[in-house]
């Protein structure tokens, strides 16, 4: 069975740094893409960023220079590196990752920017 784990969310101030990550289990670690998503409550689910096999990554405008994605093959992870925090990035971040033609989600973990 495919699981994607999430871990790392957390209450951090403005300004602050957090660093999510998201574990493949039950499955050989050759995805295609990986992307992490986010969405604020009322809001709709956006793109946050991505790495494709290669290691190519693509960033939203909204956190381009402020988060990095990168990839362990050593331990089936993926790590999303946030600094500078900011009010507007509080959300439930969600892992998807599509290996062979199919799709899967983590169940999300929670990010809060407050003072």
């Known amino acids: 069975q495919v699981q994607l784990v999430e871990s790392g969310g957390g209450l951090v101030q403005p300004g602050g740094s957090l660093r999510l990550s998201c574990a493949a289990s039950g499955i050989i670690f050759n995805f295609e893409v990986m992307t992490w998503f986010r969405q604020a409550p009322g809001e709709q689910r956006e793109l946050v960023a991505s790495?494709?096999?290669?290691?190519?990554?693509n960033y939203a405008d909204t956190v381009k220079d402020r988060f990095t994605l990168a990839k362990d093959n050593a331990k089936n992870t993926i790590n999303l590196q946030m600094n500078s925090l900011k009010p507007e990035d509080t959300a439930v971040y969600y892992c998807?990752?599509?290996?062979?033609?199919?799709?899967?989600w983590g169940q999300g973990t929670q990010v809060t920017v407050s003072s």
């Open positions: 998807h990752g599509r290996f062979f033609g199919c799709e899967y």
């Open positions: 790495i494709t096999r290669g290691g190519t990554t």
